[in-house]
């Protein structure tokens, strides 16, 4: 537990954007205040009541965790609502994901979009990790499919490391559609540097509970760690719409 908590509190200070709503209606001044003494300057986004008697749903962003009134037990894991069938918590993870994605700029964002858009799928990418490659040399069929792919950055070596500089340079080259794919075929582009969203994306990915790339996230906030092919995706899609 206590090895989670810097953990959080390092994703959570990123900024406001992160973090864009709070409600606490349903906590009590106990839990509150041993919340507060647990992660000081971390502020929940969420505590709700749940089904189960004395126990409370605190959201963290897309971290949710379990805490009686007081907050001497925690718990991580998922609640299942056993008559549905239904992952209550994966649930709320979807519903906060899907905020958290909402409250960045598409503007900042490197699209390409579908004549016939039927859906947005948005990427956290790496340059140089092989399976990203795929995806993008596929990226006409996505498109075919109605699927609007929106990439963000996600550098798996971390800000500053030679894979950060790379995409800092897709981001700041003049055609950033057509330098992405050149990166991504390893051909040379200048080096650039501009006012860029590549870090505050790196730790919104991290924010979301990426490790990998791709990651993919619906717009419901459906997580889909990992190469999905553009057949696939678009019928785990039509499935979340259902």
């Not at 959570?12 to 000081?40: F, H, Q, R, V």
């Not at 700029?105 to 340059?127: G, L, R």
């Not at 730790?203 to 999905?228: H, I, K, R």
């Amino acid at each position: 537990m206590f090895k989670l908590i810097p953990a959080i509190a390092a994703v959570l200070t990123a900024g406001s954007l992160i973090i864009t709503s709070t409600a606490l209606a349903k906590s009590t001044p106990e839990l509150d205040a041993a919340l507060t003494n647990l992660m000081p300057g971390t502020q929940p986004s969420s505590i709700d009541e749940t089904a189960v008697p004395g126990l409370y749903e605190v959201s963290y962003g897309s971290t949710v965790l379990y805490f009686n009134k007081d907050a001497s037990i925690m718990f991580r894991g998922d609640l299942i609502d056993v008559s549905s069938r239904e992952n209550l918590t994966e649930k709320k993870r979807g519903e906060a994901r899907s905020a958290l994605l909402k409250s960045m700029d598409e503007s900042k964002m490197i699209a390409y979009p579908a004549k016939n858009e039927k859906a947005k799928v948005t990427v956290f990418t790496d340059i140089d990790c092989p399976y990203c490659v795929k995806l993008h040399r596929e990226m006409a069929d996505y498109n075919e499919a109605g699927i609007t792919i929106q990439y963000m950055a996600y550098p798996r070596a971390g800000i500053g490391s030679d894979s950060y500089k790379k995409s800092v340079n897709v981001w700041c080259s003049d055609n950033p559609q057509k330098a992405m794919g050149d990166a991504k075929e390893k051909k040379s582009i200048a080096d650039k540097t501009c006012d860029n969203p590549v870090a505050q994306q790196f730790q919104l990915g991290q924010a979301l509970g990426v490790n990998g790339t791709p990651s993919m996230f619906l717009e419901d906030g459906t997580s889909l760690p990992g190469y999905v092919p553009a057949q696939r995706l678009s019928g785990l899609i039509q499935q979340s719409k259902n």
